[in-house]
Antibody
Framework: EVQLVESGGGLVQPGGSLRLSCAAS????????IDWVRQAPGKGLEWVGR??????????EYAASVRGRFTISRDDSMNSLYLQMNSLKTEDTAVYFC??????????????WGQGTLVTVSS | DIQLTQSPSFLSASVGDRLTITCRAS??????LAWYQQRPGRAPKLLIY???TLQSGVPSRFSGSASGTEFTLTISSLQPEDFATYYC?????????FGGGTNVEIK
């Protein structure tokens, strides 16, 4: 069974930092693109960023709203994904989901989701 | 950035109703579109990918179609567990974007 479990959320002051983790099991983690998606309270879904697989040199993409502040990394030996969040703003308050992408031959779709971890940025 | 406009944003329906949700892309995204269902307090669930391909395990009452930059999600006969929020997503180009969501509630 595929599982993604996020951790590391909590309360942090504006300007602070936080590191989220996502532990994966039940699929070949190293072969998969993994994304972070967030959802502010009562709002819709927002894509945060992506890390590609080893085959694609672990390259990353980011949303403009987090580029330069957030960094996605992964440790395939630990089947884990990380989101380092620096210079946090109140508008970063959200539930953060990690998602495992399914490749249909032409695109990567978000087939697997964790339960999410809440990040609250407030003074 | 590619904008996705979902309509309606809110829908009130009854069990057994046929439902159609529309998602319009601001530019050509070919068939790189997915639909997700999100129940309150839960993670989203992939329903449809590549505009019209049903994800494994998803009931056949769900279907997707495309015409140019307009995409539709249809639920042929609404079931109690289908009351949720539905999102479309484009995977044609970065940044990946979602529609604003359609909240389906019980009439």
């Amino acid at each position: 069974e595929v599982q993604l479990v996020e951790s590391g959320g909590g309360l942090v002051q504006p300007g602070g930092s936080l590191r989220l983790s996502c532990a994966a099991s039940g699929f070949t983690f190293s072969d998969h693109y993994i994304d972070w998606v967030r959802q502010a309270p009562g709002k819709g879904l927002e894509w945060v960023g992506r890390t590609r697989s080893k085959a694609k040199s672990y390259t990353t993409e980011y949303a403009a709203s987090v580029r330069g502040r957030f960094t996605i990394s992964r440790d395939d030996s630990m089947n884990s994904l990380y989101l380092q969040m620096n210079s946090l703003k109140t508008e970063d308050t959200a539930v953060y989901f990690c998602t495992g992408a399914y490749y249909d031959g032409s695109a990567y779709y978000f087939a697997y989701w964790g339960q999410g971890t809440l990040v609250t940025v407030s003074s | 950035d590619i904008q996705l406009t979902q309509s309606p944003s809110f829908l009130s329906a009854s069990v057994g109703d046929r439902l159609t949700i529309t998602c319009r892309a601001s530019q050509d995204i070919s068939s790189y579109l997915a639909w997700y269902q999100q129940r309150p307090g839960r993670a989203p669930k992939l329903l449809i990918y590549a505009a019209s391909t049903l994800q494994s395990g998803v009931p056949s009452r769900f279907s997707g179609s495309a015409s140019g930059t307009e995409f539709t999600l249809t639920i042929s006969s609404l079931q109690p567990e289908d009351f949720a929020t539905y999102y479309c997503q484009q995977l044609s180009s970065y940044p990946l974007t979602f529609g604003g969501g359609t909240n389906v509630e019980i009439k």
